[in-house]
């Protein structure tokens, strides 16, 4: 069974920097195919896709927020970060942290996700 | 950036009822088009995969179809648990965009 569960802090002021963690179990990302990728939802509107991480380490970003973007994995603990820098109070939205198959890029498994609110 | 387009953004039928929603791509995706269910302050669900293709457990009252710029995905039969926000998303190339989605709400 995939779960995953992302965690991390629920109030950041502007420019700060958020770092997300998305800690999964059912899978692991040493396994070839796989990924994880970040997906956030500002209140009342359209999901948004931020990032990818791959198996292989293999990245991909928003091209309109890559400059801000950084994703890694640790293999061995299940786990996926998310950093954002200079945060702002457009970026409030509900992070998912999502398990994708490299096949389809479909979005198959979802966490549960977290409201990040960005204010002073 | 391929940008989706969803119509209609909001939609009102009944139980029992055929309901279709569209979703235009700016580009050919080839048949690179999933779509997601999504109830209020929950995760999205995963429903169809490859244009057509029915996720595991997802009710066979629902289908997709399409291939190229647009593509739909049909209800034959509303039921209750149905009312909900529908997304769909390309998978064709990233960054991996959504639609706006589409909200079926009761009649």
């Known amino acids: 069974q995939i779960t995953l569960k992302e965690s991390g802090p629920t109030l950041v002021k502007p420019t700060q920097t958020l770092t997300l963690t998305c800690t999964f179990s059912g899978f692991s990302l040493s396994t070839s195919g796989l990924g994880v990728a970040w997906i956030r939802q500002p209140p009342g509107q359209a999901l948004e896709w931020l990032a990818l991480?791959?198996?292989?380490?293999?990245?991909r970003y928003s091209p309109s927020l890559e400059s801000r973007l950084t994703i890694t994995k640790d293999t061995s603990r299940n786990q996926v970060v998310l950093r954002m820098t200079n945060m702002d109070p457009v970026d409030t939205a509900t992070y998912y942290c999502?398990?994708?198959?490299?096949?389809?890029?479909?979005?198959?498994?979802w966490g549960q996700g977290t409201l990040v609110t960005v204010s002073s | 950036d391929i940008q989706m387009t969803q119509s209609p953004s909001s939609l009102s039928a009944s139980v029992g009822d055929r309901v279709t929603i569209t979703c235009r791509a700016s580009?050919?995706?080839?048949?690179?088009l999933n779509w997601y269910q999504q109830k209020p302050g929950k995760a999205p669900k995963f429903l169809i995969y490859?244009?057509?293709s029915l996720q595991s457990g997802v009710p066979s009252r629902f289908s997709g179809s399409g291939s190229g710029t647009d593509f739909t995905l049909t209800i034959s039969s509303l039921q209750p648990e149905d009312f909900a926000t529908y997304y769909c998303q390309q998978s064709y190339s990233a960054p991996y965009t959504f639609g706006q989605g589409t909200n079926l709400e009761i009649k």
């Open positions: 991480i791959y198996w292989n380490d293999d990245k």
């Open positions: 999502v398990h994708t198959i490299e096949v389809f890029y479909y979005f198959d498994y």
């Open positions: 490859a244009a057509s």
């Open positions: 580009q050919s995706i080839s048949i690179y």
